[in-house]
């Protein structure tokens, strides 16, 4: 592998550690921290749906700061937005904040992960590219992954005993002074590369190319379609099964100020993460093309999220979780290579953002739905009308591998068979 290329790799993963960490001192208590500020179940995750607004929302227009402004400046942006949240949130909690502001601020978080999505990844695979990479694709998101869940695991379980041993707020705290440290890095070592921004499009005419570049290079594009119109039900369920783990292991393990336990949920998805990541150049060998992995882990996943509802056991609701954490740790890098496989350089960043737009859009309905279900029938009558409203992917995974899309195959080049600049429209 070309040293400039190396590079580039260490760059991403030390991004990725930085991001990771920062981001999960908060994941195994945030749902706590938002029931502890007086929230219900409902408001909980409608506040974390407003999250998903903020997404849907500045999909577009940051996708248009990445195209014109670069994507260094893209990420540093976001990280200095969810800086600014994250204190926001905390602000919020000391005054006991009302439901309007909390979705304000997750709207806020929400922008700030926007002008993640789509341009870092791009950065990654342009610069690949430019630098002469030849290898898969998923060995490189493996490697994130890895990283990626040590980061969590470490920030999960320490937010976690961090908030049993002090207050839910000081996780928060933790996390804002990460951030910070993660602005200084991504200035210093992070640089476009293999790709160049248009800076003399004006505001209007840039969202007009991100708009045309989603639609040819995405909706368009019929197996990349495919897997677009699955994000919702895909990335709306997984918020929620993700942070409805908290109260839910509490509630099985008997001690509602466990926090440490709430972490531990955490913990488990990081180390399945690391599994995962470690393994999926393996796993990708047990198949002939990605849609059939992507389908036996899309049907793997259904199965365990139903019987978290109907086996409401501490023990085995562990078990499962690890279950559900490990398939979607192997399927996602397969599902990115896929997808990268098929969209243009020029156009990766816009694709890939509008993709993580689709998946946020279904969370905005699908949380507080389930929300609104623990209400009234609690989590695990929750967790199985989740699996019932994943399972709806199914045939949009169907309808993909129907393509026959030339990055499908399992044994094919990744970063051979991604179109090149000169065959966008």
């Given amino acids: 592998m070309p040293e400039a290329a190396r590079l580039v790799q260490r760059t991403y993963l030390v991004l990725t550690l930085l991001t990771t960490l920062a981001a999960s001192f908060i994941w195994g208590v945030n749902t706590l921290f938002l029931l502890d500020a007086g929230l219900s179940n409902t408001e909980a995750f409608a506040a974390n749906a407003f999250f998903a607004v903020g997404q849907v929302i500045f999909e577009v227009p940051t996708g248009v700061v990445a195209d014109t402004r670069g994507r260094r400046f893209s990420f540093i942006l976001g990280a200095a937005t969810l800086l600014a949240s994250t204190l926001l949130y905390l602000l919020m909690w000391e005054l006991n904040a009302p439901f309007i502001g909390w979705a304000a601020a997750s709207a806020l978080l929400g922008l700030g992960f926007t002008f993640f999505s789509g341009a870092t990844e791009a950065w990654l695979v342009d610069a690949l590219t430019e ?11 493996g490697r ?17 005993f961090i908030a049993q041993f002090t207050n839910l707020g000081v996780p928060y705290i933790v996390r804002a002074a990460m951030l910070g440290l993660t602005v200084v890095i991504a200035w210093r070592f992070m640089r476009d590369i293999g790709f160049t921004p248009d800076r003399s499009a004006s505001p209007v005419a840039a969202v007009r190319t991100v708009v045309t570049g989603a639609v040819n290079g995405g909706l368009r594009n019929r197996p990349v379609r495919w897997l677009m119109l699955a994000a919702p039900f895909t990335t709306g369920v997984g918020f929620y099964a993700f942070y409805a783990l908290q109260p839910y292991l509490l509630e099985l393990y008997g001690d509602p100020n466990a ?35 992507m389908l036996v882990g899309a049907v793997a996943s259904v199965a365990a999220l139903v019987a978290l509802g109907v086996m409401p ?6 078990l499962l979780l690890i279950t559900w954490a490990l398939v979607i740790a192997m399927e ?17 960043a816009t694709v890939l953002s509008f993709d993580s737009l689709m998946g946020s859009a279904g969370g905005v309905v699908i949380q507080p739905a389930l929300g609104r279900v623990a209400d009234l029938n609690g989590y695990a009558a929750s967790y ?42």
Avoid: C, K
């Fill in 384 to 425: 199985v009308v989740a699996g019932g409203i994943q399972a709806l992917a199914i045939p949009f995974i169907l309808l993909a591998r129907r393509e026959r899309a030339s990055s499908d195959p399992i044994t094919s080049d990744a970063m051979a068979d991604a179109p090149p600049a000169e065959a966008e429209s």
């Fill in 313 to 318: 056991v501490f023990v085995v609701a562990l």
């Fill in 259 to 293: 926090y440490g336990i709430a972490g531990l949920a955490a913990a488990i998805i990081a180390g399945a993460q690391m599994l995962g990541g470690w393994s999926v150049s393996r796993v990708r060998r047990l198949f002939h093309r990605r849609t059939t992995a």
């Fill in 131 to 141: 630098t002469g990479y030849q290898g898969d694709l998923e060995t490189v998101f």
């Fill in 332 to 348: 996602e890098p397969i599902r990115r290579a896929f997808l990268n496989g098929l969209i243009p350089s020029q156009q990766r």
């Fill in 144 to 160: 994130a992954q890895v990283v990626g869940g040590a980061s969590m695991l470490v920030g999960s379980v320490a937010g976690g």
